[in-house]
């Protein structure tokens, strides 16, 4: 167990061969106690380095209107375990919404997405922003918030994932079905996609 | 007497087919907690449709449950396959359109609420309704209606395997008895064991990116503000829970109410107004979901929840600090 501890923070790093985390995944995939302590590296990991976070990024007030503010581009970055706040959060919200429909925060392709070419028509993936009306919020269930402003439904959202947390409904039986549902139409901004934002406007790689 | 007895059950299962007759609330009450213990203990495998909006999927089931607690896989019959791999408090989405697995670290219980004592008497509210019997996925089903005796809440409609006491069907309604979303199983099988193997997710884990959800570890508790009260609230609606949380929008710490009448939920938030944000001023909805905000001195407000628009309407419209 210590020696797979040790390939988890290595690969938590970014620092294990490229076959040996083929390996481990597989291994994480099959094994719910790897999985556990995969997560809990990974919460420490960030809890270590989150004012470095907080100072450095930080996208989570007002993204959409930074977004009409500056022509930004987003960066692509693979396989890469740290993420700025508030994309974290999207990824939150997606597991979140577990509970009953919730929303993330994504940029619908106007074009044919540049970083999936290949992908299919249906799903929509990060691409680069240029105006506001690009943000949308995207409801899991399909149905968006009855609101214009893309913050006001991104906080609706943020409440509803919250609220679902707190509330039974008698359909609690099958408390998971929405997000089972979720992204046959609309998807959540691909996280295999990671992004950078800067607010100079310049994309960035690491 | 073995006769006597089949004709007697006969006699009683026809007369429940033909009459619908008015059960009490004790009875439904039990029906929905054995549903819910049902849905965690027993072993089986099904597929169900869920209809919301214009949409309708198929999503496969597989539920274990043995010494070690729960196991259950979701996998999506339609659009991506996407799928789910619960266990206990772990849970894992597979994402393959965006080639990533969500993973999730609940803490047990802490978030799950109970049904406050004081709110037993669900029947002031709703009329229980028992059906009689209909079959879904071909298995005998009890059909419950559960009708709220105002407008203020969503209603339900039941169907409940009579003999394994698990939900096969579920409807929820509007105030005018239109179901605005239905999950229904089309069959199920239930076994007295399953083999580990078909709970394992259909993935290499290659190209896959992996992400946490750490939310969960930012939401820690902080001192509320016992002033803020809902004046006017619908009747049996009562205070379920008050925290304080800081929510992953905003950053900012927003005061929570959680109101129920022991079936319908809805959370009114107390935000501190930030200068530029923009804030939700009257009426939304998310299909069956509605929301109602408002602005008061230097708070904005905003009641969220699975109830009829008029019903946060009146709780955002209610809301006071008694200073």
């Given amino acids: 167990m210590t020696k797979i501890n040790e390939k988890l923070s290595a690969f938590i790093d970014g620092e294990l061969e490229p076959a040996e985390a083929d390996h481990l995944i597989s291994e994480i995939l099959d094994n719910d106690e790897l999985r556990s302590c995969w997560a809990n590296y990974h919460l420490i990991g960030h809890s270590m380095q989150s004012e470095k976070t907080n100072n450095g990024i930080d996208l989570s007030a007002s993204i959409s209107e930074a977004l009409s503010n500056e022509p930004t581009v987003f960066a692509p970055q693979r396989r890469k375990l740290v993420m700025p706040a508030a994309f974290k959060q999207a990824a939150g919200m997606a597991i979140a919404a577990t509970v009953a429909a919730v929303a993330v925060l994504m940029v619908q392709p106007e074009e044919q997405n540049l970083f999936n070419p290949g992908g299919s028509a249906s799903v929509a993936a990060v691409t680069p922003v240029t105006t506001n009306q690009d943000v949308i919020p995207v409801a899991v269930n399909g149905v968006n918030w009855s609101v214009k402003q893309p913050s006001v439904a991104s906080k609706l959202n943020a409440y509803l994932v919250n609220h679902n947390d707190y509330s039974t409904p008698v359909r609690g039986t099958l408390p998971f079905a929405p997000i089972v549902s979720y992204g046959n139409k609309h998807s959540v901004a691909d996280p295999s996609v990671v992004m950078e934002y800067n607010p100079n406007g310049s994309s960035v790689r690491r | ?323």
């Fill in chain 2, 1 to 323: 007497m073995r006769r006597g007895f089949l004709i007697a059950v006969l006699l009683i299962s026809n007369s429940l087919a033909v009459n619908a007759e008015q059960i009490d609330s004790d009875t439904v009450r039990e029906w929905l907690s054995r549903v819910t213990a049902a849905g965690k203990t027993i072993n089986y495998e099904g597929t169900f449709v869920y209809r919301h909006g214009n949409d309708l999927e198929a999503i496969r089931i597989i539920h274990k449950a043995d010494e070690k607690g729960e196991h259950e896989r979701m996998i999506s019959l339609t659009g991506s396959a996407r799928e789910i791999i619960r266990n206990n408090e772990l849970v894992t989405c597979i994402l393959p359109d965006n080639k990533s697995v969500v993973v999730d670290n609940k803490t047990p219980g802490a978030r799950l609420p109970s049904f406050p004592e004081e709110l037993a008497q669900l029947d002031a509210y709703y009329d229980f309704t028992f059906e009689g019997y209909e079959r879904v996925a071909s298995r005998e089903a009890r059909r419950v209606v559960i009708k709220p005796q105002d407008r203020f809440r969503y209603g339900y409609r039941l169907w409940i395997d009579d003999a394994f006491e698990l939900l096969l069907r579920s409807e929820l309604l509007d105030p005018d008895g239109n179901a605005v979303e239905q999950i229904m199983f089309t069959d199920i099988k239930l076994h007295e064991s399953l083999e580990d193997e078909l709970l394992k997710p259909n993935l290499s884990g290659r190209e896959y990116t992996w992400v946490t959800d750490d939310e969960t570890a930012k939401d820690t508790p902080m001192p509320v503000d016992a002033s803020w009260r809902v004046e006017n609230k619908p009747n049996g609606f009562m205070l379920a829970h008050h925290n304080m949380h800081n929510l992953p929008e905003s950053n900012l710490p927003v005061e929570h109410l959680v109101y129920t009448d022991g079936l319908a939920w809805v959370s009114v938030y107390i935000e501190k107004l930030t200068n530029g944000a923009e804030t939700l001023q009257g009426a939304s909805n998310m299909g069956a979901v509605n929301a109602f905000g408002r602005i008061m001195g230097q708070y904005h407000i905003t009641a969220v929840g699975e109830v009829p628009a008029v019903t946060v309407e009146l709780l955002s419209s209610s809301v006071v600090h008694t200073k």
